[in-house]
């Protein structure tokens, strides 16, 4: 960072805080300002989209700024306090998961007049531009042990308005909020470029595995009208069929008698939709059942070779393979064990579901029936190019080379992002503490 640093420093007084420039203040938050926790409301009092007084909740800060995909509306009476207001600090103040509760954005003038959910609070301050960024550094998130207990993640309006903070003369508040947008702006801009870029690999990903399996890798055979419309020609000796008519299995598992009070940090490994994605299992949030429960529920356990896929919920269509990377598991009612006969492998299978074929498919599916979930007749008669194990073998082959490239690319700009992300806030923290300069005069 090629900023200076202050001449002179003291001792903060506050131990995760350190040392503060000399002339800087150190004061608790209820001395800049207000805390207001948002409103209560019951199912009776929300209304249709458009109608009412949009609630802000936790949904509603992604990243850092407001975000619109998931909103509540009330209709009831609220009070000019309970309103957004001009660079007003929206922050998550309660949350089933601790590691969201603090996180903020900030008002700006298109989104004033909007109240906020009672699992929400407000800081309120003539300094919220300033206080914005004190709130995304890690000097706040090093104060938010203070709230954590062992049943429940909140930030009271109490614990937040005594929460401390290093405060600058105003023309420095104002001088570094100027800075830390300035630079923001750069440094997610740079972000969203790299996220664009990502999906954009995603795409071409997603066109080579359907080109492979629709088409093949060989555009010199002849090819035949597969009587299908949306599928169009595949080459000539292929056969276009069925998935019931290479299959042994299509089903899904339950929920354990007792639901999550029987899951355990140990055991078997018990597959949700949450666990299940198209470049593989992942494990870091993964339920477990007692070796009982599992023997207990024997139709839904998984066998290597089993290609798993999600039937319900936003996750509808994602798919991976058993692959024997784990000995034993289980799955509930929302993934479906698909078991290939020999002469379909898995892999090429898992392809299939991948590709806009498959995704096609099963988007059709919703959208004839109305259904939220995935019915198992209709997977079984989904269409699919067959042809020999060999070429299956071929494609799969090509594919895990061509794509793994692809996905090394992707991994390397995911942690770029993440490198830009911890950044952004030393920026931000080395500023609101003092420890470089921003402004010179």
């Known amino acids: 960072m090629s900023l200076p ?151 009271t309006s109490g614990v937040l308005n005594n929460l401390f903070v290093a405060f600058p003369p105003e023309f420095e508040r104002v001088a570094i909020a100027d800075y830390l947008e300035k630079k923001m702006g750069q440094i997610d801009t740079l972000i969203e470029k790299k996220k664009e870029l990502i999906e954009r690999l995603k795409e071409q990903r997603t066109a080579i595995i359907t080109h492979a399996v629709t088409k093949g890798l060989d555009d010199s055979v002849p090819m035949k009208n597969s009587g299908i419309e949306w599928l169009g020609d595949v080459p000539e000796h292929w056969e276009v069929r069925r998935m019931k008519l290479n299959i042994s299995k299509a089903g899904s598992g339950v929920t354990p008698k007792g639901g999550a009070n029987v899951y355990r940090t140990t055991g078997v490994p018990f597959l949700r939709s949450q666990n299940i994605h198209f470049d593989g299992l992942r494990l870091d949030d993964v339920a477990y059942i007692e070796k009982e429960v599992h023997d207990s529920m024997s139709n839904s356990k998984v066998m290597l070779g089993d290609v798993l896929l999600n039937i319900t919920g936003a996750s509808i269509g994602r798919s991976y393979f058993f692959d024997g990377s784990i000995e034993d598991a289980n799955v509930n009612q929302h993934v479906c064990i698909i078991r290939p006969e020999a002469s379909l492998l898995t892999r090429f299978l898992h392809y299939v579901l991948w590709s806009d074929m498959g995704q096609l498919q099963i988007q059709l599916e919703q959208t004839g029936s109305g259904r939220e979930g995935l019915n198992f007749e209709a997977l079984k008669n989904f269409y699919f190019p067959l042809m020999s194990e060999d070429e299956q073998q071929s494609i799969v082959d090509h594919l895990v080379k061509t794509t793994g490239k692809m996905d090394d690319l992707v991994e390397k700009t995911k942690e770029s992002i993440q490198r830009l992300e911890e950044y952004r806030t030393a920026v931000i923290t080395a500023a609101v503490t003092g420890k470089v300069k921003v402004d010179d005069g």
């Not at 009412?52 to 609220?78: E, M, P, Y």
């Open 5 to 155: 640093a202050y001449p002179k420093y003291k001792d903060s007084g506050v131990e995760w805080l350190g040392d503060v420039p000399e002339h800087w203040d150190v004061l608790r938050l209820k001395f800049v300002g207000d805390a207001i926790i948002g409103i209560t409301y019951s199912p009776e009092e929300t209304v249709d989209e458009g109608q009412g007084h949009l609630v802000l909740r936790s949904s509603n800060v992604q990243q850092g700024k407001l975000a619109f995909q998931d909103n509540v509306f009330v209709d009831k009476t609220i009070n000019d306090r309970d309103v957004t207001q001009l660079h007003d600090v929206l922050i998550c103040a309660r949350n089933g998961s601790a590691h969201l509760v603090g996180k903020c954005a900030i008002i700006d003038k298109f989104n004033t007049g909007h109240t906020f959910g009672a699992f929400m609070s407000i800081f309120r301050s003539e300094d919220g531009r300033y206080l914005y960024h004190f709130f995304s550094s890690n000097v706040f998130k090093a104060q938010t042990g203070l709230f954590k207990t062992s049943t429940i993640n909140q930030l």
